[in-house]
């Protein structure tokens, strides 16, 4: 990697963003967990150069933030803290489009192979993890979003159909607003449409603004379901590409559960697939929020080999 490669390209960051941000692209090929692996594997038999990927991460750091502690929403998920595995397979995985992020693509092509992809992963497990990461509901929580837009069957746009359009431009105001009761939330829809409109479409309006969670249900899915692999405080698993989801942003890791489970984050492992089949939305949000809770412990990394000078 030449030191300011990815300099020439910081220009044109804003632009891309706009782009790129929320085009889907058109299912390709079908992934596979682990068909794309050569690149990863490659990478990691190699030393990295912290200073280099250093570099490189610069433009990483656009999105991801210099922090490596990504976006309050979710959009960006937090590097720091997960595993060296993780972070080269799922690189080398959306390089090879077997994980689809339109987004991201245009930058992750730029990395020039195994040695920068080694390089960019040892200066990221040099970042410290945020001690103080957006965290789940951890119990009720009524809130209007378009979180899953592009996938969801429950998202804020579907209301639009049941509910006309009148009263949705006047709900639309609530959106991301958050309610910790049933009560506070529907005294405020019906100041938004009218007490008349809102009895008429209770059971619509709740079901699609319940994002509320249990912990108890929770952890006992957790324990059930998630623990062989992502361990029993969250903590991935380095030599398996387990990811950490102990301190990862909840709303992040919502998505991608919600993803895995309908397919269409096409490098999920298969397993994993077959493990959640048939969890609710309330046990998924139940189960993310419990296992993101947890706080990593030494001992629980092992490092990528660095390039001694
Ligand atoms: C234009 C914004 C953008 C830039 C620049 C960017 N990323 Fe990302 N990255 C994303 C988004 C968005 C996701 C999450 C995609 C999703 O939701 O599936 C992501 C996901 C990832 C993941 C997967 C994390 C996980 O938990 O599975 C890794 C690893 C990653 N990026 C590393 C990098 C590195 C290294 C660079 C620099 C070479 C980089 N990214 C540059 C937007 C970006
Ligand atoms: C058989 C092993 C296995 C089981 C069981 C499993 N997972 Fe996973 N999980 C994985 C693997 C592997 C990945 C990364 C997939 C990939 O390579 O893209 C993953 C990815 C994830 C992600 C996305 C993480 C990220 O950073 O993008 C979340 C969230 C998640 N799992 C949560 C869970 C929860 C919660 C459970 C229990 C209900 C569970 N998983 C059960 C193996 C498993």
Request: hydrophobic residues 35%.
């Amino acid at each position: 990697m030449k030191k300011c490669f990815f300099r020439p390209v910081l220009f044109l960051l804003p632009f891309l963003l706009i782009v790129m941000l929320g085009i889907s692209s058109a299912h390709a090929a079908a992934g596979k967990w682990g068909t794309t692996m050569e690149e990863a594997l490659e990478a990691l038999k190699l030393k990295g150069d912290v200073d280099d990927g250093e570099d490189i991460y610069t433009v990483c750091a656009a999105c991801h933030l210099p922090t490596g502690w990504g976006d309050l929403a979710g959009t960006f998920p937090q590097l720091a803290g997960q595993h060296a595995t993780v972070l080269i397979k799922q690189i080398a995985d959306i390089r090879a489009k077997n994980r689809d992020n339109p987004t991201m693509y245009p930058f992750a092509i730029q990395i020039e192979g195994a040695q920068d992809l080694a390089d960019v992963s040892a200066y990221i497990q040099t970042l410290k993890m945020n001690p103080d990461p957006p965290r789940g509901p951890n119990g009720p929580l009524y809130l209007l979003t378009n979180l899953r837009k592009d996938t969801s069957k429950n998202s804020l746009d579907v209301l639009e159909g049941t509910i006309g359009t009148d009263n949705f431009k006047n709900l639309k105001k609530l959106e991301e607003k958050r309610f910790q009761t049933e009560e506070a939330y529907l005294k405020a829809v019906s100041q938004a449409i009218g007490p008349a409109e809102m009895n008429k479409y209770k059971a619509e309006l709740l079901k699609r603004a319940d994002w509320g969670s249990d912990l108890k249900l929770g952890k006992k899915l957790f324990e059930e379901n998630c623990v062989k692999c992502h361990g029993d405080h969250g903590q991935g698993n380095y030599k398996d590409y387990y990811p950490v989801i102990a301190g990862q942003t909840y709303l992040y890791l919502i998505r991608q559960f919600y993803w895995i489970e309908i397919g269409k984050r096409r490098n999920a492992n298969p397993d994993m697939v077959k493990q959640i089949a048939g969890f609710t939305p309330l046990d998924m949000r139940s189960v993310v929020d419990y296992g993101s809770r947890f706080e990593m412990k030494k001992g629980d990394w092992k490092k990528v080999k660095e390039e001694e000078d």
